[in-house]
């Protein structure tokens, strides 16, 4: 089956700080992956999908320029989180699709954000 | 506006009984209902995917059914295990905008 990671596994950083958060297709193509945020006890909300070479959706609400998201290659899309303040710590979910996939997202492990 | 409603919340069984998890959703058109396991701590691993035509749709202890006449779709746990324990999301797949519509979740906890 299709495998997305994503890197690191957790992250603890000083309010302020950015962070930047890796997911990678291993084996096909991804030319979309989405960015999901999902706070404790709640279900995946979708930040933003973005396609490869193009710039980001953002869903409504979501500050583009405080989620930064980069797809500049097939197989690697980028999530920095800008000036992180402790309402930014969640887990942070990607997903990617690609051709022959029939839309079907394969989901990554996800990353554990803290902001201190 | 497109909803995924799950019920129950949350939910305790003992391990070896069945379970029954409920899905109802309002997302029209749609192109596809899944159910996905989630570990805490972890991103989600698909179970079952059905199309509308499609009524049921097993895999292993996972039996997922639809009835696209209601919008209802539930997943049944037989013989329940203590891996078990986790959230299960029913997610519909919006065939107009290709996104996904994710429920809130049923958190299941299987006791020994």
């Known amino acids: 089956g299709a495998v997305v990671s994503q890197h690191p596994s957790w992250v603890i950083c000083k309010s302020g700080t950015s962070v930047k958060i890796e997911c990678r297709s291993l084996?096909?193509?991804?030319?979309?992956m989405f960015w999901y945020r999902q706070f404790p006890k709640q279900s995946l909300m979708l930040m933003a999908t973005?396609?490869?070479?193009?710039?980001?959706?953002?869903e409504q609400g979501v500050e583009k320029d405080k989620f930064l998201i980069n797809h500049a290659s097939l197989t690697l899309s980028t999530l920095t989180v800008t000036s992180a303040h402790p309402e930014d710590s969640s887990f942070y979910i990607c997903?990617?699709?690609?051709?022959?996939?029939?839309?079907?997202?394969?989901f990554g492990p996800g990353t554990r954000l803290t902001v201190l | 506006k497109n909803q995924v409603e799950q019920s129950p919340q949350s939910l305790i069984i003992l391990e070896g009984k069945n379970c029954t998890l409920q899905?109802?959703?309002?997302?029209?058109?749609?192109?596809?209902l899944r159910w996905y396991k989630q570990d805490t701590g972890r991103g989600p691993v698909s179970l079952t995917i059905?199309?509308?035509?499609?009524n049921t749709k097993s895999n292993g202890r996972y039996t997922a059914t639809l009835d696209a006449d209601t919008k209802q779709s539930s997943l049944h746990i037989t013989a329940s295990q203590l891996s078990d324990s986790a959230s299960y999301i029913c997610?519909?797949?919006?065939?107009?905008?290709?996104?996904?519509?994710f429920g809130t979740g049923t958190r299941l906890k299987v006791l020994a």
């Open positions: 997903s990617a699709t690609g051709l022959n996939l029939n839309n079907e997202q394969f």
């Open positions: 084996d096909f193509q991804a030319t979309t």
């Open positions: 973005s396609n490869e070479g193009s710039k980001a959706t953002y």
């Open positions: 899905c109802n959703y309002t997302v029209s058109p749609f192109s596809n």
């Open positions: 059905m199309t509308f035509s499609e």
């Open positions: 997610v519909v797949n919006d065939s107009g905008t290709y996104k996904y519509i």
